[in-house]
């Protein structure tokens, strides 16, 4: 699987999509087609990160659900906000992915297509911003003078859709499996009027590639090399990295590794696999010569994640990929 965060141009149109480097723990958000690619009949995931010095706080919470049907279903919600609560964004989706494309000798390679819908919302909240007019030399920020700004629209929620389609070789008793697909996010192309304050202003189509093999190096260490490539309107992402999974033992397994997102960040990554629980630690380091308001724009991740058996005890088929 890809690890990923959304990194800017300075010079590109801003991507206005929230976003999280362990994308693992929200996989929904880069390709629906990821719905329930898991070793598991289910799984419920948690994740927080703060950027930007705790200026800005992104919360996610998901949930899969595998069947024997030839379709697995899904929930993911994102949640962005400012540290004034000046700005919040908030996206919610419902995902069906179909898993019944199969072919090769055993049926062991999967061709898994998939939709989303759902709602993207955006708020201004003005009586928490600050503007130039009110700062007074001498004195500092006054609230009570005029902004002189108005806010035609300060708050936007619209239907937005989503889909994607990926490739994945569950071939047991294996050394190489390889995955990898494409989606495309805001097929819908919602309208935004925050972006120039046009009615008639609208989100460019999020065009996500992303690639990976898993290899087991020997009974007890298997590596995961993963990229991606992301590009929504004139803003682009690349990023590309490794990680090693070691088999502590048959419940345990610990994960390290680093990526690094082009002209942007390197972000080290640590994870913890215990009876069907994940948790996750990531640190993006600056390693760009781009910073805000003079501070480098740093940011952790924290995430939680439990991949479970329903009592039924149906067979589903694996995703042989990591633990995640």
Not at 277 to 287: I, K, M, N, P
Not at 294 to 318: A, D, H, P, Q, Y
Request: with cysteine; glycine share 10%; charged share 15%.
């Amino acid at each position: 699987m890809t690890l990923l965060a959304f990194g800017m141009d300075s010079a590109a149109r801003a991507q206005v999509d929230p976003h999280f480097s362990q994308y693992f723990i929200q996989p929904m958000n880069v390709n629906p087609a990821l719905t329930g690619a898991i070793e598991g009949d289910y799984r419920v995931s948690a994740i927080w990160r703060s950027q930007y010095a705790n200026s800005l706080t992104t919360e996610g919470i998901s949930a899969e659900k595998t069947t024997n049907k030839n379709a697995n279903f899904g929930f993911n919600l994102v949640n962005q906000t400012t540290s004034d609560k000046s700005y919040s964004f908030t996206n919610g989706y419902l995902s069906f992915a179909y898993t019944g494309v199969r072919f090769g000798k055993n049926e062991d390679h999967f061709l898994v297509m998939a939709m989303q819908c759902g709602f993207i919302s955006r708020k201004f909240d003005i009586t928490k911003m600050q503007f130039g007019s009110q700062w007074i030399s001498g004195t500092g920020f006054n609230p009570s003078n005029n902004s002189n700004e108005v806010f035609l629209q300060p708050s936007m929620t619209s239907f937005d859709a989503g889909a994607g389609i990926v490739y994945y070789d569950a071939s047991p008793n294996q050394s190489v499996n390889f995955f990898g697909g494409f989606s495309a996010f805001h097929i819908t192309t919602p309208t935004d009027p925050f972006l120039s304050g046009g009615e008639k202003e609208r989100l460019d189509v999020r065009y996500s590639v992303h690639a990976g093999v898993r290899i087991i190096a020997s009974d007890l260490v298997s590596i995961v090399p993963t990229l991606i490539y992301m590009k929504e309107g004139d803003a682009e992402e690349k990023m590309a990295g490794a990680y090693f999974q070691l088999y502590a033992n048959e419940s345990t397994d610990l994960m390290f590794g680093a990526y690094y997102r082009l002209n942007d960040a390197i972000s080290p990554y640590a994870g913890l696999f215990y009876k069907g629980l994940t948790f996750g630690l990531s640190y993006d380091v600056d390693a760009s010569n781009k910073s805000l308001a003079g501070s480098k724009g740093n940011s952790v991740e924290l995430s939680i994640s439990f991949v479970g058996k329903g009592k039924s005890g149906m067979n589903t088929s694996k995703f042989y990929c990591p633990r995640f």
